[in-house]
């Protein structure tokens, strides 16, 4: 028997590494039969924009008001104090993302019987989780802490390890969160106020960041790319400007801490490249950007609706607007409604569609790590 891995889907909904994350588009209702493509061809950005925070961000460097910081980071940038006792070396940085992301194995592996053990599909799960962690996550805010771009809180760290630890006892995550293919996964996983309070971003208007979460609370780290520095910014307000990464970056971990919109109250980042206005009620709304509050993308068109994510028949214009566990498929008359991934024993040939895997030698969706 032979299943396809889908090793790529597994770093995009659970970890949430490539551009792809945050959802495709919705799938033509012909993939659902085994036909089409697989979810990495067709993505929207990873990070999606949200209204600007209340809080006013710190001044900028230069700024009178800036005048009392505490020097810290690269080329003297001003930055808010660090919190007492806070730890700036590499085990605080190993600590916070073993909190975070390793305390999803144990969890899922107890989801695993022996035979899902014995799948490719596991060991190659096992091993991401256990890489992004120490290597990724741990390399990332190691490099962070060094340049003093961000402090770590111990205290907070093993609340986060605690408070994951009590929340996968009761809501264990199991294959279909892990691989979900939408981007509820990500606040299923990892959203818990102990670990996305964790950290805190030090770097001020005009800063270099490599990372939105150096960037001090509602500012978004702008121009980034793999090893070239952004600038921490206020979310842009309008229409065109620059939003998140460079665009030319094709790995993007969405790490959950702080809060750093994108663009400000009325925007959303296109295709993750600029900003521009939410979509009103009438309006086309399939150029990646979204629908202004009060109303949903249906048939690509805002139309009056309730909040998402969308239930069981409920409507999508891609992936991220369904909740846990639901596909955005596009029905034969061109409006697109979340529906159930494919139960085992259903015909596929993308695992995308199953509920577990797809063993493409059978045609068929099989159970895989979903619990006893």
């Known amino acids: 028997m032979r299943s396809e891995k889908g090793i790529a889907r597994a770093v995009v909904a659970a970890l949430c ?38 809080a006013t961000p710190e001044a900028a460097p230069d700024s009178p008001e800036a005048a009392a910081d505490v020097t810290v980071g690269d080329a003297g940038i001003d930055a808010v104090d660090a919190p007492p006792d806070v730890a700036f070396d590499a085990a605080a940085a190993l600590a916070l993302c073993d909190a975070v992301y390793g305390s999803v194995l144990q969890p899922f592996e107890n989801c695993c019987s022996a035979a899902d053990k014995q799948n490719a599909q596991y060991g190659d799960t096992v091993t991401l989780i256990q890489n992004f962690t120490a290597n990724q996550c741990g ?3 190691g490099t962070s802490l060094a340049k003093g771009r961000i402090a770590i809180d111990p205290a907070l ?14 809501n264990p995550p199991c294959w279909q969160i892990i691989d979900d293919p939408s981007s509820q996964s990500r606040v299923f996983l990892f959203d818990r106020p102990s670990c996305t309070t964790a950290l805190t971003g030090l770097q001020g208007v005009g800063a270099p960041c490599a990372y939105d979460y150096e960037c001090q609370n509602g500012l978004t780290c702008i121009g980034w790319n793999n090893g070239v520095d952004g ?6 307000t309008t229409a065109g400007a620059a939003c998140s990464w460079s665009g030319t970056s094709n790995y993007n971990p969405d790490y959950p801490f702080g809060t750093h919109p994108l663009c400000g109250d009325g ?3 296109a295709a993750g490249e600029t900003c521009q206005p939410l979509n009103g009620l009438g309006q086309f709304c399939s150029n990646g950007v979204g629908c202004v509050d009060g109303s949903v993308c249906t048939g690509s068109v805002c139309q009056a609706g309730g909040p998402l994510p969308s239930g069981d028949g409920g409507p999508c214009a891609s992936q991220g607007d369904c909740q846990l566990g ?10 697109a409604a979340c529906s159930p991934q494919l139960a ?15 063993d493409t030698e059978a045609g068929a ?8």
């Open 17 to 54: 590494l490539l551009d792809a994350c945050g959802g495709g588009v919705a799938m033509q209702a012909d993939d659902a039969d085994g036909g089409g493509s697989d979810a990495s061809d067709s993505s929207i950005p990873l990070q999606e924009g949200g209204a600007a925070p209340d």
């Open 139 to 141: 390399g990332d805010l």
């Open 157 to 170: 760290t093993a609340q986060c390890a605690a408070d994951q630890a009590t929340f996968f006892a009761s």
């Open 231 to 236: 600038v921490c910014r206020v979310p842009p």
């Open 267 to 269: 925007f959303g980042c």
């Open 326 to 335: 639901l596909l955005c498929i596009e029905g034969d008359g061109g409006a």
């Open 344 to 358: 085992p024993g259903a015909p596929c040939q993308f695992s995308f569609y199953c509920q577990g895997l797809c």
């Open 365 to 372: 969706c099989i159970s895989f790590c979903n619990g006893p």
